[in-house]
């Protein structure tokens, strides 16, 4: 081939493998059961939001809830990685070759996309929840846990103010928008009390924070958004749901059917 | 007040058509011809909305991909799609048509974008052969579109060929892995590639000699190349690169002209693209409804933001 005809574009070497936050530590057993909780309440989150991307209300939506699938991603790789130092699997054989009762997400992350105003509300509550969580656990005497938060809390900050404005947006918008934004938060809110419930895995292990010291920071910032948006708390019960021991929503099952389906189609293969 | 016979509109074009040859840019505050800004308008547009249809045949597989980083990856690619189809539209606003103008001739089934998107994507496969082969063919497209002569345009064209170069090289290395994997692995790059291959040829449009827009977009720089010499240089770009993945070019009649120094490909089915390009192809009615729906479901929440925004902006002024 002549000097010509040679092409002139090339593929450029771009390093594709976002690098993950290996910091060759090994997660104890409880660092890992620790971290599959959060790691799955952010994979599972991920996974909805992704379905937005070519969907959302408008092309700036596209782009921010793509974004934010993106960062949760990647906070579940981190978490996942870092749990499967102690399992001996990697990220991949945990999001795909774990069945629905071994998943240890919240019901809150698995609550469905529903219309834009539910994907507000379920991100408001996730976020104000993961923002005051990866704030303590950025001080936690766990340096692998610790690393992973101190990086995610960044990202975090921002998931929350987009849910916040939206929320602001949507109840203070038209009357339509009000209804839709109110009737989500009440579908929502019977999700939240789990995710401050402690457990035997908080009795013996101290490098998390335990759920029920969450709920006072978490409530104050969401009573704050309802209150500047002129949002009555909902006042509704308790869901009994208890995703951290396995047991799920109906919600799950599909999801992951879907997430799973063509890397258990080729359970050998890489990819 | 000059004596002389030229026109006020004259001078104008004199001095567009002297920045045209002096390869000067073009931009928004410089007169310019009507049939020219009518072109870059069309040009534009339709770019953006294929940035935005085009980011369907691989959003369905996001939520599927075989890998926590495939999916991220993807993720971030069809993204930047969105983030194209923005600095287009914003782009193509300058000349003076506004994005909802642009929004409805696309979901009322007005505006045009490019045909490659209303084939399937059945499998993930069809991941790699997009990246490689329809952005492959994008970039030969798109380079020479950064120094188009319409500023917005071409340094638009700049950043979004960054990134597609990047889109590019991760459908390369999808299909590396799948061509190293598995045979059920292999078999499935194979098929994808023989579905996108042609596809992505007609990507650059018809031979010269039937392109009746070519010339006059040639001589006002907005496009380098013609449709042919485009096609010619992306052929020789993926030959060697279908020896690295050690699979079939499905053109069988390919060879290397030693007299003309050029590839001699096959025969392109035109009748195939102007079968597509009239609404026949596989998922035309779906890529539409698609984005027609998005649209109808989002609406109350546009309604929302902009009669926040308002409410807002009479708080302040009542204030001030």
Redesign the interface.
């Known amino acids: 081939m002549s000097a010509e005809t040679e092409p002139s574009v090339t593929v450029t070497d771009v390093e594709l493998d976002a690098e993950l936050t290996s910091t060759g530590l090994v997660a104890s057993a409880d660092e890992a059961e620790y971290a599959l909780r959060i790691g799955d309440d952010s994979l599972i989150l991920a996974q909805q939001l992704g379905w937005w991307i070519s969907r959302a209300p408008e092309l700036e939506e596209d782009l921010a809830l793509g974004n934010i699938a993106l960062d949760l991603l990647g906070h579940a790789r981190n978490l996942l990685h870092f749990a499967g130092t102690a399992l001996g699997k990697t990220e991949d054989e945990l999001a795909y070759f774990r069945d629905e009762h071994e998943f240890r997400s919240a019901w809150l992350f698995e609550q469905p996309n529903g219309d834009f105003g539910h994907t507000i509300a379920r991100g408001l509550l996730t976020s104000a929840f993961q923002f005051e969580l990866y704030t303590q656990l950025a001080e936690s005497s766990s340096p692998g846990l610790a690393g992973i938060a101190a990086k995610s809390v960044k990202e975090v900050a921002y998931h929350r103010d987009h849910a916040v404005q939206w929320t602001l947006r949507l109840a203070g918008g038209t009357d339509e928008s009000r209804s839709r934004i109110e009737r989500a938060l009440i579908n929502t809110w019977p999700y939240l009390d789990e995710l401050f419930r402690d457990d035997e895995l908080h009795e013996r292990f101290d490098a998390a924070p335990r759920p029920s010291a969450l709920r006072e920071p978490v409530m104050n910032v969401l009573r704050q958004v309802l209150a500047e948006a002129e949002l009555d708390e909902p006042k509704t019960s308790e869901s009994s749901g208890d995703g951290r021991h396995g047991h799920h929503s109906t919600y799950l099952g599909p999801i992951l059917a879907e997430m799973q389906v063509l890397a258990r189609r080729h359970p050998d293969a890489s990819w | 007040m000059s004596t002389t016979v030229t026109s006020p509109d004259d001078e104008l074009q004199a001095d567009f058509d002297a920045l045209i040859e002096a390869e000067q840019r073009i931009e928004p505050r410089d007169w310019m011809p009507e049939a020219y800004r009518k072109t870059l308008i069309r040009q534009i547009s339709q770019h953006a909305h294929s940035e935005?249809i085009g980011?369907?045949p691989e959003?369905n597989w996001?939520?599927?991909?075989?890998?926590?980083?495939?999916?991220?990856?993807l993720?971030?690619k069809?993204?930047d799609e969105?983030?194209h189809?923005?600095y287009l539209?914003s782009a193509a606003q300058t000349l003076g048509i506004a994005r909802d103008t642009m929004t409805e001739q696309l979901i009322e089934g007005r505006a045009r974008y490019s045909s490659i998107f209303n084939y399937p994507t059945p499998t993930?496969a069809d991941m790699g052969a997009i990246g490689w082969l329809v952005d492959g063919a994008a970039?030969?497209n798109q380079?020479p579109l950064c120094r188009a002569s319409y500023g917005p345009y071409g340094r638009a064209m700049v950043r979004i060929c960054k990134e597609e170069?990047?889109h590019?090289?991760?459908g390369?290395?999808?299909l590396l892995?799948?061509a190293n994997?598995?045979p059920?692995?292999k078999q499935m790059a194979q098929d994808a590639v023989n579905r996108w291959y042609w596809p992505s040829l007609q990507m650059f449009g018809p031979p010269d000699d039937e392109s009746p827009n070519s010339a006059q977009s040639m001589a006002w720089k907005i496009k380098r190349f013609s449709n042919d010499e485009l096609r010619?240089?992306?052929v020789?770009?993926l030959v060697p690169?279908f020896e690295a993945l050690g699979l079939e070019c499905p053109d069988k009649d390919l060879r290397?002209n030693e007299e003309t120094?050029?590839?001699d490909m096959g025969e392109i089915d035109w009748d195939e693209f102007f079968d597509v390009l009239k609404g026949h192809g596989h998922c035309n009615a779906q890529r539409l409804q698609?984005r027609r729906?998005?649209h109808e479901?989002?609406?109350?929440?546009?309604?929302?933001?902009?009669?926040?925004a308002r409410?807002?902006s009479a708080q302040l002024k009542a204030v001030a």
Not at chain 2, 62 to 73: D, F, G, H, N
Not at chain 2, 297 to 305: F, H, K, S, Y
């Open positions: 935005i980011m369907q959003a996001i939520t599927r991909a075989p890998s926590l980083k495939r999916k991220a990856i993720m971030a069809v993204q969105a983030g189809g923005l539209y993930w970039i030969c380079v170069s990047f590019q090289r991760q390369f290395e999808i892995e799948l994997g598995t059920e692995q010619q240089r992306f020789g770009m690169q290397w120094e050029q590839w698609h729906q998005a479901d989002g609406a109350w929440v546009r309604e929302a933001a902009a009669e926040y409410k807002q």
